[in-house]
């Protein structure tokens, strides 16, 4: 018990964007073969700031600015890791991802599968998704859905400081290739982060809140928008379950299946358009192997399948919020 | 590295391994088939030959899919051999294709399908030496199809700016796939496109010798912390790009380059100036041969590998591979 109390007394209130930079921090200062690079990150900080002071105080060695090609750090970041370095690269918009597709899907996916003496590709491409902010149709789309179709990629979309800073962490320090999305909606997000140093391992999902009425699976900066609408839910009666895999592959379903077996009911929650999206595959997984624990047809909240629209007004009809979640829990429990 | 340092007779064996192991590719394609279909070198070894010559163990080469001469030279025969025929002594049991094997033991970049796209990894690669402050320097090689990607001026722009330990090799063989290099690209000099601030040199891709000195030359440029250099070897492939693909090419083109054969300039100058006799390259033939034959038969013996070898995708997480989740 007492503990505990330790615990607790050693978590001090951070933003996600300051416990990144120290996860960085960290790491940097751990392990003399990673390095941090992209276009802005050295001296300017980073766009969001996430970098800021590491240039400083690792030299232009270990943190650097580099031209603006995603080619560029997708590909020099497979050759870099392949020679034994862990470089973490910032591709500054996740709707920049395509760019270096190639080096994604073609090259870090599949070395560790090419090669037959265990080499693999410790490498970590840090990436920013969000909508809300007005910046339109490239700068703000959720990519998982575009990258959960390759065997060999992880996918990290975190949603508390927390898990931030104890996954980036682990991103880093995994063997295989980790696309790290951060949403840049939700950087001034504050919570409780441990002054000791931790780690979380990546594909394990965790419950962010317990509830035995319906099981929201949410991803990303959703997860906020899940227990808002978990905390509006609770004043009329029905308690939610916010389920968060943190990890979107590869995906650790067994918390998700559990939970479905005591709630019986199944809302997803993403920022991406809904068809073809995370929130279908866990409905897929969940349909192969909990089918008869549904009491209701499974409920996904998403976006339109329309590209993201930039008018105040179109915007604010396309992101997904607490409201959507609360209603599809409501359709689920009444159907 | 000046040609007191060279060993003859080893360079020449280089060349004889690398062009009898291609006619045996082609012979044995021919009559009873391979399942890695062969993209022929027969024409160009001297460029992958000479560009290995005065480097060390442990630097690091991407080839591309026809630079056989560094698979040759750095991986054991039977392991090339069963990687053609997907058996289970190939270098990833039989998961990929000799042509893009990845070996850190070899030092062996991996390398993907796509034209060129080994470029910015292999200046990663040399980035990754460099932050790990090893004496490592890493040759790319590439044909005259990747220097009309945007990879090739990416890659050597980063490289340059970030001075980094890399040699960029065009084995130009004038052809990309099926059409002729000045219908593609209007320069003469593929080493002209490139003019991102560093060092380029064109050289003869037919003598090995040339190609030898001008990667030695880089390579202690590199190693000195001096940055990348590009080189473009001119140079002609004597088989169509793959070998389902029909000739359609100038017999007479052919004929002119066939007239200065790699193997037989390096040969006949060996023999002209006493290093070598006829009867010391018939023996060393005849070794490199039945090394060669062996390797096939026992190829063409292995096993095909278990379904279970192809569950190798994820190092730190053990998966349901038909589920796609953590196990």
Redesign the interface.
């Known amino acids: 018990m007492s503990q505990q109390v330790d615990v607790q007394a050693e978590q001090t209130e951070q933003t996600i964007r300051e416990s990144l930079n120290q996860a960085l921090y960290e790491e940097l200062e751990r392990d003399d073969s990673v390095i941090l690079y992209g276009e802005d990150v050295a001296e300017y900080g980073g766009l969001y700031k996430i970098s800021e002071g590491l240039y400083e105080e690792f030299g232009d060695d270990r943190v650097f600015d580099t031209p603006l090609a995603e080619t560029t750090l997708g590909g020099s970041a497979v050759g870099a890791a392949l020679a034994g370095a862990r470089p973490i690269v910032e591709i500054m918009y996740a709707d920049f991802l395509p760019i270096a597709g190639d080096h994604l899907i073609n090259y870090a996916a599949k070395m560790y599968f090419n090669y037959g003496d265990e080499t693999s590709v410790p490498m970590v491409v840090r990436s920013m998704y969000g909508t809300g902010d007005g910046h339109g149709l490239h700068h703000g789309q959720s990519p998982e859905a575009w990258f959960m179709n390759v065997p060999g990629l992880k996918i990290v979309m975190p949603s508390t400081p927390k898990d931030y800073k104890g996954l980036l962490k682990s991103a880093i320090r995994d063997d295989d290739p980790v696309l790290f999305l951060e949403n840049k909606m939700r950087y001034g997000e504050s919570g409780p982060v441990p002054e000791e140093e931790y780690t979380i391992p990546l594909c394990e999902t965790d419950i962010k809140r317990r509830g035995d009425d319906a099981t929201v699976v949410a991803i990303g900066g959703m997860v906020y928008e899940a227990l808002e609408a978990a905390e509006r839910l609770s004043d009329r009666g029905v308690e939610c379950e916010v389920v968060d895999p943190r990890t979107v592959t590869p995906l650790d379903t067994d918390p998700i299946l559990e939970s479905v077996e005591k709630t019986n009911i199944l809302v997803t929650a993403q920022e991406a358009p809904t068809f073809g999206g995370f929130g279908s595959e866990v409905a897929a997984q969940v349909i192969d192997d909990a089918f008869f624990y549904l009491d209701a047809p499974v409920k996904r909240v998403g976006a339109p399948f329309t590209p993201i629209p930039f008018a105040e007004s179109l915007e604010e009809a396309y992101v997904p919020t607490a409201e959507d979640i609360e209603t599809a829990v409501i359709d689920a429990i009444e159907t | 590295m000046g040609n007191a340092s060279i060993n003859h007779r080893e360079l020449l064996e280089d060349l004889l391994l690398t062009r009898r192991f291609e006619e045996k590719v082609l012979e044995v394609y021919q009559d009873r088939g391979i399942r890695e279909l062969p993209h022929s070198s027969i024409g160009q070894e001297a460029v992958g030959v000479g560009a290995c010559y005065p480097l060390e163990d442990d630097d ?1 080469l991407v080839p591309s899919l026809r630079t056989r001469a560094v698979m040759l030279l750095r991986a054991p025969l039977d392991e090339i051999v069963a990687g053609m025929y997907g058996t289970r002594s ?4 039989g ?2 294709t000799e042509h ?6 070899y030092g062996i ?2 390398t ?3 034209i060129g ?1 080994h ?14 402050d090893n004496d ?1 320097v ?1 040759v790319a090689f590439f044909g005259d199809g990747a220097s009309q990607r ?2 090739f001026h ?2 050597l ?2 490289a340059t ?2 001075e980094l330990p890399v040699i960029f090799v065009i084995e130009n063989n004038h052809w990309t796939e099926a059409s002729p290099i000045e219908k593609l690209v209007a320069v003469d000099d593929l080493a002209d496109l490139a003019n991102h601030g560093l060092p380029t040199k064109v050289i003869d891709g037919q003598d090995v010798e040339e190609v030898v000195d001008a990667t030695a030359t880089a390579a202690q440029r590199a190693r000195d912390g001096d940055g990348p250099t590009l080189l473009e070897a001119k140079t002609y492939r004597y088989r169509p790009h793959a070998e389902t693909m029909p000739e359609h090419r100038d017999e007479a083109t052919l004929e002119e380059w066939r007239d200065r054969d790699p193997i037989e300039l390096y040969r006949s100058r060996l023999l002209e100036e006493d290093f070598v006799t006829e009867d010391e390259i018939e023996e060393i033939d005849r070794r490199l041969q039945t090394r060669i034959d062996e390797a096939f038969e026992a190829a063409e013996t292995d096993e095909l590998p278990d379904e279970e070898t ?1 569950y ?6 053990e ?1 349901d ?1 038909w ?4 196990r």
Do not use: C, W
């Not at chain 2, 893009?100 to 033991?105: A, D, I, K, N, Q």
């Not at chain 2, 589920?323 to 953590?326: A, C, D, N, S, Y």
């Open positions: 690091i190939g270098p990833s049991n998961r990929t893009h094997m990845g070996s850190s033991e970049l991996g993907t399908g796509m796209a470029l910015n990894p292999a200046a990663g690669a040399a980035l990754g030496n460099k932050v790990l490592r890493t945007s990879e990416s890659a722009n980063f700016v970030q192809m190798h995708v994820y190092k730190d997480t998966i591979h589920k796609g989740v953590v």
